[in-house]
DNA sequence: AGCACGCCGACT
DNA sequence: GTCGGCGTGCTC
């Protein structure tokens, strides 16, 4: 006893004499266990005198607001480069770590500031001289893996400067988590069979289709330009086969090239995967969060290895390490999806084009492709930063949809669905044609309220409504995912005459089947309505059976949230539908109207994509629009397929409002339980940048409420800062987080749950 | 973020 | 008199 004590820290001393045996003895065996236990060594020979100890820098996964957002010291028995893995003690933790700097003596003066090669530690070197008596050791390194190399590091050091993130929050996100979480031992034996794989085959000699000139040109362009391409292709015009055949040439010509190729959401695009899979074969790997924890420890090794060729993946593969990249595609680059909206609020797509650019030297290509660009893409091209390359033909495809829009001010009010275009989907379906009809909510109502005393189904956690969902009989919020039973009566008055209100694809896919019950197939067989959302295809494998069914002909009109819009070639529809257009239309959200107008888009290149099946019965191919403002100007352009004139007008737009791409945004983020403590921290904040750098070419607006100000019992403000002058936006958030940091912990920040800022945000 | 400590309310 | 809530603070 007498030596544990001696062992104690003054608090167990302490305790020990308060007389709480069960107390002090938990604090015992953790102190004893902490100090007691001989620090493990991979050189234990050499533990003893010290020969070669060094000091290291390790960043670990430690978030920006944890004040821990520089790299850490250690004392390590062996030299580490740059990039390597390693274990390292993190309070009572083991954690790993990447050394992220070079090493330095180990033998320094400990007062003397901190030597090493590291800009951001010089830059914040206050307070950093640790002693060395007090530098705890690098536990183990992962010697036998590559390190990440220096490409891999300035990428992720990028986005932590840009996004405002901790380094090593960005570069630990970005490890399989596996490797994070999971025990060394198992770890290595994944790593060992790997190595003693045979070596993966040369991609299957298979015949590329020849090209058309488009295609010829977009794949000479890709190769002989120095700066981001910007593929301006029509659906089905063969975008695909372009990057397939710009992928296969790079393989041909260096031996250990590899390509990355990103698209907004892998299981909404099978057909994109399958056809990489059979033009590359086992060169291939996926990487996205759908992978299991093992499958995405080996994709990811097979890059970082050099062993895959080709990474197909989401947005998170921007950070895979790819040792010999040289050409990246960034497929359906307006994706909203390449916008992390949680951790480090990154855009994979702004990255890549960071990441071809520490490429360049080595002639690293990037390739943005879309029919419908977003808005900062086409200005970047209109610039000359990026080179515009067009593909305006459809391949095999019918003439463009022809747009027919429904005045829904000539509807009886509350009209779900008009007369007319349930006609044209009947007649479809009769003729044995496909139908696609989009709504963007799901449930079957969006609310349900009560007739006599106006009750509606508010979410008790959230400033939304409650979805009913008829199957389930459940009221669920789609926001914090409470769910309860449907009151049989009105909790307010008691009234039983509980309305849905509004109307979810649900609700729509009854309707229609109820509307074409009596309908027949020219085969004779009843009509089959399918319905594709969120929750339709959260049981596993559904997704694949509705496409399939789809595909087969077995579904004749599919239901469904944008997620139909996306990716699938149907070759059977001949018209698309949308049904409650004007949300998007006249949405606070000034980016709505983009994102609309590429949804309609994109939904009316799912129709006609077969013309000999078109013409064959004599067919047109149509867009339904069910609008109260069809004289929009966004139709006029959407109903000749113009994209560059709605750009032209949309742009314009936003230069006149100052808005991007003409200027540069950020925004503050605070969270806490009640709303005035919210606003209150955001405008002590904005006060907190008077004398900032960058601060006169910047706007701060108020601080407000969010849209949907309460989400799960907890009250969301934002602050928006703007300004024409990247670089100026810039310096000042970097000068601000220090002090968002100590307004944090002041009295100020007294009850904020949480903050965090969003660079270029999307979602407002 | 984890993970600890510490100080207050309901139970064996 | 203990179990357990989450508020505060620290980690090279």
Redesign the pocket.
């Known amino acids: 006893m007498p030596i544990i004590w001696a062992m104690c820290s003054s608090?167990c001393y302490a305790?020990l004499s308060d007389g709480?045996p069960?107390?002090a003895n938990?604090?015992i065996h953790?102190t004893v266990g902490q100090r007691i236990k001989p620090v493990p060594s991979s050189a234990p020979g050499v533990c003893e005198p010290p020969v070669e100890r060094v000091r290291v820098q390790v960043v670990v996964?430690?978030?920006a607001?944890?004040?821990?957002d520089?790299?850490?010291?250690?004392?390590s028995v062996q030299p580490l480069a740059p990039g390597t893995l390693v274990q390292?003690?993190?309070?009572?933790?083991q954690v790993l770590g990447i050394v992220w700097g070079a090493c330095t003596p180990g033998d320094t003066d400990p007062g003397a500031p901190d030597p090493a090669g590291n800009e951001s530690d010089a830059a914040n070197g206050q307070?950093?001289s640790?002693p060395m008596t007090?530098?705890?050791t690098v536990e183990d390194a992962w010697t036998d893996l590559p390190p990440l190399d220096e490409r891999w590091r300035a990428l992720v050091g990028f986005a932590a400067r840009y996004y405002q993130r901790a380094p090593g929050e960005i570069a630990l996100a970005a490890l399989p988590p596996a490797l994070r979480t999971g025990p060394a031992a198992r770890w290595r034996r994944q790593l060992q069979r790997l190595m003693s794989r045979p070596v993966t085959p040369d991609p299957p000699a298979t015949v590329a289709p020849s090209l058309t000139d488009a295609q010829r040109a977009a794949l000479a362009a890709i190769e002989a330009s120095d700066r981001p391409l910007l593929l301006f292709g029509a659906t089905g015009s063969g975008k695909t086969e372009v990057y397939l055949q710009a992928t296969a040439r790079l393989l041909a010509r260096d031996p250990l090239a590899q390509a990355l190729i990103l698209v907004p959401e892998i299981n909404l695009t099978p057909q994109l995967q399958e056809r990489f899979r059979q033009r590359f074969g086992e060169a291939v790997v996926t990487l996205h969060s759908g992978l299991t924890p093992v499958q995405r420890l080996q994709h990811w090794l097979a890059a970082h290895m050099g062993r895959a060729r080709v990474v197909l993946g989401t947005r998170m593969a921007i950070f895979a390490s790819l040792p010999r990249l040289r050409l990246i595609v960034v497929d359906e680059e307006h994706d909203p999806s390449y916008k992390s909206q949680e951790g480090a609020r990154y855009s994979a797509r702004d990255l890549a084009i960071y990441r071809a650019h520490l490429g360049q030297a080595d002639g690293c290509r990037v390739v943005l492709g879309s029919a419908t660009p977003s808005l900062e893409s086409w200005q970047a091209a209109a610039l000359g930063r990026y080179q515009r390359v067009d593909m305006t033909e459809r391949m095999g495809a019918a003439p463009w949809p022809r747009l027919r829009l429904i005045d829904m001010r000539l509807q009886p009010r509350g009209t779900a669905l008009a007369p007319a275009l349930l006609h044209a989907i009947a007649a479809r379906v009769a003729r044995g044609e496909q139908a696609l009809v989009l709504l963007n909510r799901r449930g079957y109502a969006p609310v349900i309220g009560c007739g006599h005393c106006g009750w509606k189904s508010g979410c008790p956690h959230c400033s939304a409504y409650l979805v009913f969902h008829k199957s389930e009989r459940l009221l669920r919020c789609h926001h914090c995912g409470h769910r309860t039973p449907v009151p049989a009566a009105c909790p307010d008055c008691g009234d039983p005459d509980l309305q849905p209100l509004g109307q979810g694809t649900q609700q729509l896919q009854e309707r229609l089947e109820a509307e074409l019950v009596t309908l027949r197939r020219p085969d004779g067989t009843p009509v089959r309505i399918g319905r594709l959302d969120a929750d339709a295809v959260r049981a596993s494998g559904a997704l694949e059976r509705t496409l399939q069914a789809v595909h087969h002909g077995e579904i004749d009109v599919l239901v469904g949230t944008q997620m139909i819009a996306k990716g699938h070639d149907f070759r059977r529809i001949t018209l698309v539908a949308s049904v409650n257009t004007d949300g998007a239309l006249f949405a606070s959200d000034w980016r709505a109207p983009e994102r609309l107008f590429t949804l309609l888009m994109q939904a009316s290149g799912r129709a006609g994509r077969d013309a000999a099946f078109v013409s064959e019965r004599g067919s047109t191919v149509e867009l339904w629009v069910q609008t109260a403002h069809p004289n929009h100007p966004l139709f006029a352009a959407l109903a000749r397929h113009d994209y560059p004139a709605f750009a032209a007008e949309e742009l314009q737009q936003r230069r006149r409002a100052g808005m991007p791409p003409f200027s540069h945004q950020a925004l503050l983020r605070a969270e806490a339980r009640q709303l005035p403590v919210a606003l209150q921290w955001l405008q002590q904040a904005s006060e907190a940048t008077a004398d900032l750098p960058g601060r006169p070419h910047v706007t701060l607006y108020a601080p407000v409420p969010m849209a949907l100000t309460r989400v799960a019992g907890v009250e969301r403000a934002q602050l928006l800062l703007e300004s024409p002058h990247r670089p100026a936006l810039q310096a000042l958030l970097a000068a601000w987080m220090p002090r968002l940091h100590a307004l944090r912990?002041s009295p100020a920040g007294?009850?904020l749950l949480?903050w965090a800022i969003d660079v270029d945000p999307l979602q407002f």
Do not use: E, F, I
Not at 88 to 93: A, E, I, N, S
């Open positions: 608090t305790r709480h069960q107390v938990k604090v953790r996964a430690t978030p607001y944890s004040g821990l520089r790299s850490l010291t250690y004392d390292v003690p993190l309070g009572r933790r307070a950093r640790t007090t530098l705890r912990a007294r009850g949480r």
